[in-house]
């Protein structure tokens, strides 16, 4: 565990490439990010309760509800997150979620390091 600011954060080294984990991530961290204007999204009922994402750019997501467990699909460490924590996921690498019903906002990092709504699915 490292600390950032006042969270506490974990990474799980999975090869040479890392999910970085905010825990329960204050307001003014919130805001310093711009999480409000990030893109929800949320599981439904058709929707497994495991299921693969691969990402294409570096993306982080806030969760809103819920709770989930991720796998990197080639195996390694599960991550737990839970409601109010931040994880960042490198680009080029597959993770298996785990989930029941779940609400989240996903943004994408740019090369400056600002962190902006995805412009699409």
């Known amino acids: 565990r490292v600390f950032c ?11 040479r490439r890392a999910i970085d984990v905010e825990r329960q991530l204050s307001q003014e961290r919130q805001e ?8 929800a999204w949320q599981s439904d009922a058709g929707l497994a309760s495991t299921w693969p994402v691969t990402y294409a750019d570096p993306e982080t997501v806030f969760l809103l509800q819920g709770s989930a467990s ?37 943004g994408i990092a740019t090369q400056d390091g600002r962190i902006v709504p995805p412009l699409s699915w």
């Open 5 to 15: 600011g006042t969270a506490i954060c974990t990474r799980s080294c999975l090869g």
């Open 32 to 39: 310093e990010l711009g999480v409000a204007r990030w893109q």
């Open 70 to 106: 991720v796998v990197p699909e080639e195996g390694g460490e599960a991550i737990e997150l839970a409601t109010g924590d931040l994880a960042t996921f490198p680009p080029g690498r597959c993770f298996v979620w785990k989930s029941a019903p779940l609400k989240l906002l996903r």
